[in-house]
């Protein structure tokens, strides 16, 4: 089978024939259909994540966001039966076998969960880590109606769903974005928009919300913005969550406001949530931009300039 994979970390990903993998005990094998792009694919790659302490072993196929039909089960698995369409996210760093291929396994108990009728396998890929991400860092917040919220890179995977279930909840979203993307952030229902590239954003809030703001959400600022220039902008009990890891947790708890630098650990049941919300017409699936697994180089290098706007997805149909 075709798996875009890497001999060892810092080595360049490239498209390669590799085996098909088969499921052990616990494990499914999966045709994957479609697989969301995320950052950590190319992190993983790089070494990033080596020491986390997680096992890993090479040829490493890359890939977390899936949506593929079940085909095939080893001992022991219960929780998924042949023929099922399923979707979610699975670390390949834990198991050799990521979803950049034509065929990959997981183990059942991943964040995997049965794909609706109504939810593409397109749509269902470009969910799993960042509208994940989205629900999990916003539970964090408890966020209340009338409340505002500023999204620093608000118009990447994440931040298109975190704009969605914050303006539902009605909160006020501000959001830092390219001047290309203020219509698409708008339209995914922030009330502000702020072109990062032009504009100073902590100068912008400031005179919009010189009362101060509630929360921020940080997916893709540097420590020095965050806890210089834009802490000053909250309000005494305000929230911060980091998935870039910026937060200076302490140092924001000194002018009493929590904070926590956020790293998703998913759940089945987030899937499920995902997908409801989706069917359900209450969530929008990110803008997403699809490239056949033949052009997967191409999407990964796309995602590592740090400026996409909605999901990369790459397709096998």
Do not use: C
Not at 16 to 35: H, N
Not at 123 to 147: C, H, Y
Not at 180 to 198: F, K, N, Q, V, W
């Amino acid at each position: 089978m075709y798996a875009f994979a890497i001999d060892g970390f810092d080595d360049t990903p490239a498209l390669r024939d590799l085996p098909t993998p088969l499921p052990g005990p616990g494990e499914i094998q999966i045709k994957v259909r479609a697989a969301g792009i995320n950052p950590l694919d190319w992190k993983i790659a790089a070494g990033q994540l080596a020491g986390s302490g997680a096992p890993h072993a090479f040829p490493l196929t890359l890939g977390i966001d899936v949506a593929g039909q079940v085909t095939a089960v080893g001992e022991g698995v219960d929780a998924f039966t042949h023929g099922e369409e399923i979707f979610g996210m699975a670390w390949p760093h834990t198991f050799r076998h990521g979803s950049f291929a034509q065929y990959m396994t997981a183990p059942q108990d991943a964040a995997l969960a049965a794909r609706p009728s109504g939810l593409d396998p397109v749509s269902a890929a470009a969910l799993p880590m960042t509208g994940g991400t989205a629900l999990a860092t916003l539970d964090w917040l408890d966020l209340k109606a009338g409340e505002t919220l500023l999204v620093i890179g608000a118009t990447g995977g994440v931040g298109s769903y975190a704009i969605q279930l914050a303006a539902a909840a009605g909160v006020r979203v501000i959001a830092t974005a390219a001047a290309e993307d203020h219509s698409y952030a708008r339209g995914l229902g922030a009330a502000e928009t702020i072109d990062y590239r032009t504009t100073g954003t902590a100068d912008a809030v400031a005179a919009a919300h010189p009362d101060g703001i509630d929360a921020i959400l940080d997916l893709a600022g540097t420590a020095e913005a965050l806890n210089v220039r834009l802490a000053p902008l909250l309000r005494p009990g305000a929230r911060v969550v980091s998935t870039v890891f910026s937060a200076d947790p302490d140092a924001l708890a000194a002018r009493d406001v929590k904070a926590v630098n956020f790293f998703y650990r998913a759940e089945p049941a987030d899937m499920a949530r995902l997908a409801e919300l989706v069917t359900t017409g209450r969530l929008r699936v990110a803008d997403t931009t699809s490239y056949p697994l033949s052009h997967i180089a191409d999407a990964h290098a796309a995602s590592t300039t740090g400026h996409v706007r909605g999901k990369l997805v790459v397709t096998n149909e």
